[in-house]
């Protein structure tokens, strides 16, 4: 990303798009955090993830003035939901393996038709709990708005 300069090129031109569609904060960062759910199914490492999108997606959003903070809370529910039903999850074998001590013919088809129930009540619960933050307008810390102001004023 560093010597194409291809995150900020997609940052600028993906907030242009994003700000011409004048979509709300809240289907907008929905948005992101299915496709960071979607994203979590084929790359497991959180942190990898995390440093493949974050050149984007957080200067994208700041430019539409939204803070990093409000990024990361949404990446966070993206991320966190399909890790049980994620075969590239580092304990999914693990699992498998505790599961055919209960029903020995378990596998990973088991696991995610099991799974998958619980991971989309966990979405749903998660992605309206962020929605309602987002419309109240509280901080996700002390000193952190959800709003950002371009130039840092």
């Known amino acids: 990303f560093n010597w194409t300069n291809l995150g900020l090129i997609l940052a600028v031109e993906g907030a242009e798009t994003l700000g011409n569609l004048g979509l709300p904060s809240i289907p907008l960062f929905l948005g992101f955090i299915l496709l960071t759910a979607v994203v979590n199914l084929f790359m497991g490492s959180a942190s990898a993830k ?3 999108m974050a050149p984007v997606f957080v200067p994208m ?20 939901v ?7 999850m580092s304990y999914f074998v693990l699992i498998i393996a505790f599961m055919q001590r209960y029903e020995p013919k ?18 749903i619960a998660w992605s309206i709990l962020f929605s309602i933050w987002l419309a109240m307008g509280w901080p996700f810390g002390p000193g952190a708005p959800l709003q950002y102001a371009a130039g840092g004023g």
């Open 82 to 88: 399909t890790n049980i039903i994620s075969p590239m």
């Open 106 to 123: 378990a596998g990973m088809g088991t696991i995610i038709s099991v799974m998958l129930p619980y991971s989309i009540a966990f979405g």
């Open 50 to 52: 995390w440093a493949l």
């Open 61 to 80: 959003f700041m430019l539409l003035g939204y803070s990093p903070e409000v990024t990361q809370a949404a990446y966070r529910v993206g991320d966190s």
